[in-house]
T-cell receptor
Framework: NAGVMQNPRHLVRRRGQEARLRCSPM?????VYWYRQLPEEGLKFMVY????????ESGMPKERFSAEFPKEGPSILRIQQVVRGDSAAYFC??????????????FGSGTRLTVV | AQRVTQPEKLLSVFKGAPVELKCNYS??????LFWYVQYSRQRLQLLLR??SRESIKGFTADLNKGETSFHLKKPFAQEEDSAMYYC???????????FGAGTRLFVKA
């Protein structure tokens, strides 16, 4: 079991480009959570998804950010027209359907996005 | 609103000394509380949950509802405990977990 897989590990984008971050949850996990970590800050909740459903996106910026978790394939966090302030580490976590995180999350290694 | 506060950004102790990483929370209901740890070059991982009342790697944490605290303690720190520690809160029955800003623990030889 490879755990939660995120790719790429590092992503460099120029201002105005699009960034796509991918997350494959642990085998058997159907709940995915995205968090963002800005320098010197803790993890901030962004969005919670189940297969084909966005359950809570209260932490997502209103513009330019979107997330999906299709029936097949990984969850995608998409940032359009990136700006320097989007530079951060983006972490994905997953949990089984049955406990919704009551036993804690399993985290991926994160994607470090740098906007130049 | 839910909030998790870790007042210390950095905590430095000598090997063998007791260590306490502070965590205070703000939540009106019954929270589920966690400690996560991130060792150098490794991913964030769950250390312990308050609900299981367990001791992991010598660490314990007691939920104090009166003081709304969930401090992490270890009687004798080891160099390999040096890491970033995050306190986290989840609504009972909910799904969103709120994290503190983290405390970097440095154990000196």
């Amino acid at each position: 079991n490879a755990g939660v897989m995120q790719n790429p590990r590092h992503l460099v984008r120029r201002r105005g480009q699009e960034a796509r971050l991918r997350c494959s949850p642990m085998k058997g996990h159907s709940h995915v959570y995205w968090y963002r970590q800005l320098p010197e800050e803790g993890l901030k909740f962004m969005v919670y998804l189940q297969k084909e459903n966005i359950i809570d996106e209260s932490g997502m910026p209103k513009e330019r950010f979107s997330a999906e978790f299709p029936k097949e394939g990984p969850s995608i966090l998409r940032i359009q027209q990136v700006v320097r302030g989007d530079s951060a580490a983006y972490f994905c976590a997953s949990s089984p359907k049955i406990d919704r995180g009551a036993y804690g999350y399993t985290f991926g290694s994160g994607t470090r996005l740098t906007v130049v | 609103a839910q909030r998790v506060t870790q007042p210390e950004k950095l905590l430095s102790v000598f090997k063998g000394a007791p260590v306490e990483l502070k965590c205070n929370y703000s939540y009106s209901g019954s929270p589920e509380l966690f400690w996560y740890v991130q060792y150098s070059r490794q991913r964030l991982q769950l250390l312990l949950r308050h609900i299981s009342r367990e001791s992991i790697k010598g660490f314990t944490a007691d939920l104090n509802k009166g003081e709304t605290s969930f401090h992490l303690k270890k009687p004798f720190a080891q160099e390999e405990d040096s890491a970033m520690y995050y306190c986290a809160l989840k609504e009972a029955g909910g799904f969103k977990t709120i994290f503190g800003a983290g405390t970097r623990l440095f154990v000196k030889a």
